[in-house]
T-cell receptor
Framework: AQSVTQLGSHVSVSEGALVLLRCNYS??????LFWYVQYPNQGLQLLLK??????LVKGINGFEAEFKKSETSFHLTKPSAHMSDAAEYFC??????????FGQGTELSVKP | DTEVTQTPKHLVMGMTNKKSLKCEQH?????MYWYKQKAKKPPELMFV???????INESVPSRFSPECPNSSLLNLHLHALQPEDSALYLC?????????????FGPGTRLLVL
């Protein structure tokens, strides 16, 4: 069975500070991993995805994530937080049937 | 264009009503999904259609009835819902029902059952 675990249900950073959102996965096969962002009262928007082509994946809005097989991690980072980054972030793994399995989500707050 | 549209944006219904949610995509995707999302929780898969055929039903109560009339359209028919069914209902689509494909989500329909 595949699963993802997001460490920290809430992360707060200051504007301009580094953003680090943690995601660890469990998978018996090479995983396909995704990060989605959800702004209040909206649907989910894809930030980036890992499909084994490269371990460092660059996404939209300055976010990137690094796949580390030895640590079973796929943490999301952004060098400098902006107020507009405040949202809920979901890490997900796609299983054999195309079913997305989500982590519990991390709410990112950005302080001025 | 990676747009999935959903109507209505908001819906309030009584427990005896019948209503439908609509989802549309024009990206040529052959897989479409319904998810239910409660507040402060991740989306939970309800149904998956692949090439207009129901592929996955995650043991959803029969008061939810999905329909895929064509490759661009997905409906969710609602009947005799309960207050605990109040949630954000998200539709998504992908090129195929496979692990490496990205699912693109619509903005959702926020449902309130009174």
């Amino acid at each position: 069975a595949q699963s993802v675990t997001q460490l920290g249900s809430h992360v707060s950073v200051s504007e301009g500070a580094l953003v680090l959102l943690r995601c660890n996965y469990s998978s018996s096969v090479p995983p396909y991993l995704f990060w989605y962002v959800q702004y209040p009262n909206q649907g989910l928007q894809l930030l980036l995805k890992y499909t084994s082509a490269a371990t460092l994946v660059k996404g939209i809005n300055g976010f990137e994530a690094e796949f580390k097989k030895s640590e079973t991690s796929f943490h999301l980072t952004k060098p400098s937080a902006h107020m507009s980054d405040a949202a809920e972030y979901f890490c997900a793994v796609n299983n054999q049937g195309g079913k997305l399995i989500f982590g519990q989500g991390t709410e990112l707050s950005v302080k001025p | 264009d990676t747009e999935v549209t959903q109507t209505p944006k908001h819906l309030v219904m009584g427990m005896t009503n019948k209503k439908s949610l609509k989802c549309e995509q024009h990206m040529g995707h052959r897989a479409m999904y319904w998810y239910k999302q409660k507040a402060k929780k991740p989306p939970e898969l309800m149904f998956v259609y692949s090439y207009e055929k129901l592929s996955i039903n995650e043991s959803v109560p029969s008061r939810f009835s999905p329909e895929c009339p064509n490759s661009s359209l997905l409906n969710l028919h609602l009947h005799a819902l309960q207050p605990e069914d109040s949630a954000l209902y998200l539709c998504a689509s992908s090129r195929q029902r496979s692990r490496q494909e990205t699912q693109y989500f619509g903005p959702g329909t926020r449902l309130l059952v009174l």
